[in-house]
C-alpha cells in the first residue's frame, strides 16, 4: 500500500518561511504527478503548486514568486519551499501524487493519492 506522509508545517511569522515536504512510501514504479494543496475552513481545496515527472511545474498566482515545488524521482518525495508567507497563506496543506503506479503483478495505477495535511499558520 503507498502512503503519503507530509512533514514541515508550523507557525511562523509574516513575512518568514516554512519548507513542506512529503514522501510517498511503498513499493512504486513511477509517479506522474506530485502537488500540494491547501484548504481553509468552509472553502474547496485549491492547488498551490504542482511538478510533473519532468519537472514541469505550475503555480497558483497568489503564491507566484514567493513558493517554489522541487521533487525528487528517485526518493519520491516532492517539497514545497514557501518563503515571503503572509497570513492569507495560513491553512491545511495537503500533498497529492497523481498517477501511481505500484510494482504490482499486474501493475496498479492510484489514480490521486492525498496525504494527511499538515497546518501551516502565518500570525501577522
Known amino acids: 500500500q503507498v502512503q503519503l506522509v507530509e512533514s514541515g508545517g508550523g507557525l511562523v511569522q509574516a513575512g518568514g518561511s516554512l519548507r513542506l515536504s512529503c514522501a510517498a512510501s511503498g513499493s512504486i514504479l513511477s509517479i506522474n504527478a506530485m502537488g500540494w494543496y491547501r484548504q481553509t475552513p468552509g472553502k474547496q481545496r485549491e492547488l498551490v503548486a504542482g511538478?510533473?515527472?519532468?519537472?514541469?511545474?505550475n503555480y497558483a498566482d497568489s503564491v507566484k514568486g514567493r513558493f517554489t515545488i522541487s521533487r525528487d524521482n528517485a526518493k519520491n518525495t516532492v517539497s514545497l519551499q514557501m518563503n515571503s508567507l503572509k497570513p492569507e497563506d495560513t491553512a491545511v496543506y495537503y500533498c497529492?501524487?497523481?498517477?501511481?503506479?505500484?510494482?504490482?503483478?499486474?501493475?496498479?495505477?492510484?489514480?490521486?493519492?492525498w496525504g494527511q495535511g499538515t497546518q501551516v499558520t502565518v500570525s501577522s
Open positions: 511538478i510533473s515527472s519532468g519537472d514541469r511545474t
Open positions: 497529492n501524487a497523481h498517477g501511481v503506479v505500484r510494482d504490482t503483478s499486474p501493475l496498479l495505477v492510484d489514480p490521486d493519492l
